[in-house]
């Protein structure tokens, strides 16, 4: 299996350190295995709710609680060790980091069974994955800054969009089997709203960096990474599975890309 998916949550965390210049190389280990952990055993509780659907779905039918080809008692013992690590690695954090962290508890349960209930599951998947902005930003300052706020909004929507595209992979399949996500609700139309999250994407990070003073060089910059990305998304083929699956996967390459912005601005 590919890395992509505990990567794209290590990101925004790296963000938030970069965006306030810290060079403490511990705290980037920690959120490093901390995302590593929790995405290990988020995707237990996630194929686990899932497990009856999976098998039907081709790209997931194979997994091994949807084939039933793993023991139950195993796959929980498993979640309870990444689950005590995941809290070892937290307590090396502040009290208000510790607090923040364990709010999201919620989100990372509900956030697998969003796809029955609403179009929006996408939405949810945004609200968890980008919560280590929040940790990072209370163990940095001890709060959450309006630049933590806006920059935890700005990469909701690049999971809005990455996500949608990683949804049109299933689009055939959930449809069949009466699941939701904004692939199915944008249709046709998915390119248009994934490249208006793009978009929204920079401009809140923009708008964060600009908050107490203005930086155009750093905003034009921004904005040439944006028309780079969206003419990149002009060749994602919405009905190709496989040109889905290879979209999706280059956000690593954007978190890359983001990351580095963010050390070198």
Do not use: H
Request: hydrophobic residues 55%; aromatic residues 20%.
């Amino acid at each position: 299996e590919s890395p992509i998916g505990f990567l794209l949550l290590v990101w925004p965390s790296w963000f938030t350190l970069a965006m306030f210049s810290i060079t403490d190389i511990k705290l980037y280990i920690f959120f490093f295995l901390g995302s590593f952990f929790m995405r290990s055993a988020g995707c237990i509780i996630n194929d686990y709710f899932d497990r009856f659907i999976d098998i039907s779905v081709e790209r997931t039918s194979n997994r091994p609680l949807a084939k039933g080809s793993i023991d139950l008692f195993k796959v929980f013992i498993l979640l309870i060790t990444l689950l005590f690590f995941s809290l070892i690695i937290l307590l090396q954090f502040n009290i208000t980091a510790i607090v923040v962290a364990l709010m999201s508890i919620p989100l990372i349960i509900i956030y697998p069974l969003m796809k029955r209930y609403t179009y929006w599951p996408q939405l949810f998947l945004g609200l968890t994955f980008n919560w280590g902005i929040l940790v990072a930003s209370a163990q940095i300052t001890e709060s959450i800054p309006i630049q933590a706020v806006l920059l935890y909004i700005a990469c909701i929507f690049w999971t809005l969009g990455y996500d949608t595209i990683y949804a049109y992979q299933d689009r055939k399949d959930d449809i069949k089997i009466n699941l939701k996500s904004t692939a199915i609700l944008f249709s046709n139309k998915g390119k248009f709203f994934v490249m208006l999250f793009y978009t929204l994407f920079v401009f809140f990070i923009i708008i964060a960096q600009n908050i107490y003073n203005i930086e155009l060089i750093n905003s034009s910059i921004l904005i040439g990474i944006l028309i780079c990305l969206l003419f990149f998304l002009k060749n994602w083929n919405i009905n190709n599975s496989q040109s889905s699956k290879k979209f999706f996967k280059n956000n690593n390459l954007v978190g890359l890309i983001f990351f580095t912005y963010f050390i070198f601005l």
